[in-house]
């Protein structure tokens, strides 16, 4: 957090010029805008096409700059060394925290004028509004909620097996074990650290609970990373990975989802953007695949939320920034983006009916006021670049290396996750 901070503190400086662009005089006709973002899968891209599509119809150009890299960060380097070099892109997929990052050295165009017009305050979920302000501005337009706490799993493996999916640890052990005998995979699994990470993070809501998972990842309390309920979540991580029984392998999720999709593999614990990539490739959730949360999380939402910020840059396209938000915020847009990118819209007055059940039941919980919406930490919604990547890089060590105590790994997890100013 605090070299990101520097880093943008010095770029301010630099772009202290353009800090007056957004009361500047627009040019009336409608310009292109250069749109950077990571939607680099079959159904991301298809998704990011379908915005494109929205917004040319309505005389906006959509100019792309898909970087591809598994959770952006590739998209974040290449964003930063645009920004540094004097071309930042007109709009960019920043999201969680990095937001705020970007806001606070005046990178980022305000949005409060669309916000109003548009009545976000009114029409949206009170998460996502909190989410996308920062300091009585709205710094950015909301897209889609991703529910995280996801199991996909494989309806034809399940029926072989006469399995119903499971909704606890042991009916997971169970079905487990069955489908072994059949000589299917029970779970797709990567070493890739954000993956892990990933799933991780579901384990420890459904271990923890909500309570106790906020401390952890939202207030950063060190001391509550020595609890019981932790080192549960670590000891079913790694057995997690061990229950296929071959040597594990970095994989992209892509390939993971691939799996599934062919039956080599029962189940996915992954983001519903891995729904979005099954459905793009033919499969149905209600033929080929279903979803269920992971043990212990019913009534929970493990959320991350997709927004672009307008970026603050030279060309004075500020009203076309504008009209970019308006345009990707309306429901028409929300509607098409999220069918395919599997997430559900960040409106409260949408027709379920419309939505596949695995979305269905993702926009029920997230809606319910009697549920825990809380943020992921792998996908920087409760934390920094820093943090998120320190912390996936501990959980990779921790599985690949079984020398490594359970003990060992809670405390290194409470020495990197720390709130700010809290003691050492």
């Known amino acids: 957090m605090k070299a990101l901070a520097l880093f943008l503190g ?36 298809r998704a990011a096409n379908q915005l494109s599509a929205y917004l040319g119809a309505n005389g906006v150009q959509w100019r792309d700059a898909a970087i591809p890299g598994g959770g952006g960060m590739a998209a974040v380097k290449v964003l930063k060394s645009r920004v540094l070099m004097g071309d930042p892109p007109d709009v960019a997929q920043l999201i ?18 669309v916000a109003t017009r548009q009545r976000w ?39 072989r097996a006469g399995l119903q999916p499971p909704k606890t640890w042991a009916e997971f052990e169970l079905a487990a074990r069955k489908l ?50 932790v080192e549960r979540a670590l000891n079913r991580l790694r057995w997690l990975r ?26 996915m614990i992954m983001g519903d953007w891995a729904k979005g990539e099954l459905m793009a490739w033919g499969a149905s959730p209600g033929k080929d695949f279903g979803c ?28 076309t920034q504008e009209k970019v938000a308006e345009l990707v915020s309306s429901l028409p847009a929300q509607m098409a983006y999220n069918r395919i990118k599997g997430s559900v819209p960040v ?5 379920v009916s419309s939505l596949d059940s695995c979305a269905r039941d993702s926009w029920d919980t997230f809606a319910d006021p009697r549920s825990a919406r809380v943020p992921s930490l792998a996908h920087r919604m409760a934390a920094d670049e820093s943090i998120k ?33 809290a003691e050492r």
């Open 10 to 45: 010095g770029l301010a400086a630099c772009w202290g010029m353009f800090a007056g662009c957004a009361s500047a005089q627009v040019q009336a006709q409608a310009q292109p805008v250069d749109v950077l973002h990571w939607w680099t899968s079959t159904s991301e891209r």
């Open 96 to 113: 969680g925290t990095t937001l705020t990052e970007w806001a606070d050295v005046g990178l980022v165009l305000p949005l409060n004028g």
């Open 121 to 159: 305050a009114q029409n949206m979920f009170p998460t996502v509004m909190e989410l996308v302000s920062y300091q009585g501005e709205v710094i950015a337009a909301p897209l889609g909620i991703h529910r995280i706490n996801t199991i996909l799993f494989n309806r034809r493996a399940f029926a």
């Open 180 to 229: 072994q005998t059949l000589g299917i995979k029970p779970l797709a699994w990567s070493d890739e650290p954000w993956q892990i990470a990933t799933v991780f993070e579901s384990v420890l809501l459904g271990e923890a609970g909500p309570a106790l998972y906020r401390e952890l990842i939202v207030q950063r309390k060190s001391s509550a990373w020595m609890d019981p309920r």
């Open 242 to 267: 061990s229950i296929n029984g071959d040597t594990p392998r970095e994989q992209t999720w892509t390939d993971a989802a691939r799996e599934l999709l062919v039956g080599n593999v029962a189940m």
């Open 292 to 319: 269920v949360v992971v043990p212990g999380t019913e009534n929970m939402h493990l959320y991350s939320i997709d927004t672009l910020a307008m970026l603050v840059n030279s060309r004075h396209r500020e009203a």
């Open 347 to 351: 409106h409260r007055d949408i027709d």
């Open 389 to 421: 990547d320190a912390v996936a890089q501990i959980l990779w060590r921790y599985v690949t290396d079984p020398r490594m105590e359970v003990a060992d790994a809670q405390r290194r997890l409470a020495a990197v996750i720390r709130a700010p100013g």
